[in-house]
C-alpha cells in the first residue's frame, strides 16, 4: 500500500496545552510521526510519496469557508496584535456557550478563536496551516488512489483531524482529514462510504460532518464521553437524524477496557458497516488504545493491533487509513505498522471480498 507522507508536519509544534488546571507540554508531538516513519523503512509497505496539491476549494466541501479563512490567517493576525506574540502559540479562553451569538463573526481576535475552537489544549502555531493544509493533501490523496483502484493506502500526517468539525477546531485537530477523505470518494463515484474510528477518543468531529446525510456511515469505537474525552459526544443513543437517522454508531466502552471486549465491538461495527452497504471504508487510525498511552484508558498491547488490521482486512473493502491520535510515542510506530502489515498480509490471502480491482 502506498503511504502519503506529510513532510512538512514539523512545521506544527505546539509548546504548551492546558492539561488538568496546568500548562503542560503538548502530548501531540512530531516524534509520533517520525517513529511510524521509521517503522515504515524497517517493514516496507510500499512506497511513501509526497501527496498531490488539491484546490483549497476541497476543503470547503466539509469545513465552513468562515472557519477556513480564520485559520488559514489566524497566525498573522496574532502576531499582528503584539510582536511578542510571536514567542509562543495562540489557546483560546472564552468560548460562545449555550445563549450566546455563534452567528456574528466578532472583530476581536480571542473572540474568534473562541468561536472557532472547543479547547485550550490545542495551540495554533506559526506552521499549524501549513502543515494541516498538507496532511488534508495526504488524505485527499489517499483516498484518490484508492479511488482509482489501489486496495488501501495510507496518509501519514499530524496534526490529526477527527475533533476538528465543520467550523472548529480542537483535540489538537484542525482539519478533518477522514471527513475530507470519505468526502473525497464520495466525489470520485463511490455512492456509499463507512467512517470507521478506532481512535482511544469518540471522533466527535467526523460524526458531526455527516450526522444527517445518508450517504456516509459514521461509527466508532472509543472511551465512554462520560468521563473521557471529548465528553459532549460519543454516545450509544447517537444514530443519526433527518435522512441520515441509522447512519450513525457508537460503541463506548469503559474506561480501562480490554482488547477481547474492543474486539467485539469492533466486530460489531464491522458488521453494521456490512449491514449498511459500504463500498469503501476510510479508518481514522488512532493508536491511544495502547495500554501504554499517557492520556487514554484502553489495554491494548501491541500484537493486538496485528489481531485488528486482519480484522478490518477480512471487511473486504477498499480502505484509507488515516493517521489520527496516540501519544505512546516509543511504541506508536510499531503499533500503527502492525495494523498495516496484518492488512495487506491478509487482504493478500483472501483478496475475493476487495470491490476495487487494483493493487494492495
Ligand atoms: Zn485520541
Excluded at 483516498?143 to 489501489?150: P, S
Excluded at 470520485?188 to 470507521?196: F, P
Excluded at 511504541?331 to 475475493?352: T, Y
Aim: glycine share 10%; charged share 20%.
Amino acid at each position: 500500500m502506498k503511504t502519503f507522507y506529510n513532510a512538512r508536519h514539523t512545521l506544527h509544534q505546539g509548546k504548551l496545552e492546558m492539561f488538568r488546571g496546568a500548562l503542560v507540554p503538548c502530548f501531540e508531538v512530531p516524534s509520533r510521526v517520525d517513529h511510524v516513519l521509521a517503522e515504515l523503512q524497517r517493514r516496507p509497505l510500499g512506497p511513501v510519496l509526497s501527496p498531490q496539491s488539491f484546490d483549497d476549494s476541497v476543503l470547503a466541501s466539509i469545513h465552513s469557508q468562515r472557519y477556513l479563512d480564520f485559520l488559514a490567517h489566524a497566525w498573522e493576525e496574532w502576531v499582528a496584535l503584539d510582536a511578542a506574540h510571536a514567542a509562543r502559540d495562540a489557546l483560546p479562553s472564552v468560548w460562545p456557550v449555550r445563549t450566546l451569538r455563534s452567528d456574528v463573526l466578532p472583530r476581536n481576535f480571542a473572540a474568534r478563536m473562541g468561536l472557532f475552537s472547543m479547547d485550550a489544549g490545542t495551540p495554533l502555531t506559526a506552521g499549524t496551516w501549513a502543515a494541516a493544509r498538507t496532511g488534508a493533501d495526504c488524505a485527499l490523496s489517499a483516498a484518490q488512489a484508492v479511488a482509482e483502484g489501489d486496495k488501501a493506502a495510507f496518509a501519514l500526517t499530524r496534526p490529526p483531524g477527527h475533533h476538528a468539525g465543520p467550523d472548529f477546531f480542537g483535540g489538537y485537530c484542525f482539519l478533518n482529514n477522514a471527513a475530507l477523505a470519505a468526502q473525497h470518494l464520495r466525489r470520485q463515484g463511490v455512492e456509499r462510504v463507512a467512517v470507521l474510528d478506532i481512535d482511544y477518543h469518540h471522533g466527535n468531529g467526523t460524526q458531526a460532518c455527516f450526522y444527517d446525510r445518508p450517504d456516509v456511515y459514521f461509527t466508532s469505537i472509543h472511551g465512554d464521553p462520560d468521563t473521557e474525552y471529548p465528553f459532549y459526544l460519543g454516545y450509544a443513543d447517537e444514530l443519526g437524524s433527518g435522512a441520515g437517522l441509522g447512519a450513525n454508531r457508537n460503541f463506548p466502552l469503559p474506561r480501562g477496557a480490554g482488547f477481547g471486549d474492543w474486539r467485539e465491538a469492533l466486530r460489531e461495527a464491522l458488521q453494521g458497516i456490512k449491514t449498511f452497504g459500504a463500498q469503501a471504508l476510510v479508518v481514522s487510525l488512532g493508536l491511544d488504545t495502547f495500554a501504554g498511552d499517557p492520556i487514554s484508558g484502553f489495554q491494548l498491547d501491541s500484537s493486538d493491533y496485528l489481531q485488528v488490521g486482519a480484522d478490518l482486512a477480512r471487511a473486504g473493502l477498499p480502505t484509507v487509513f488515516v493517521f489520527e491520535g496516540g501519544y505512546a510515542v516509543a511504541e506508536i510506530g510499531v503499533n500503527a505498522v502492525n495494523v498495516l502489515q496484518a492488512f495487506q498480509q491478509q487482504a493478500i490471502r483472501s483478496p475475493g471480498g476487495s470491490a476495487g480491482a487494483g493493487t494492495a
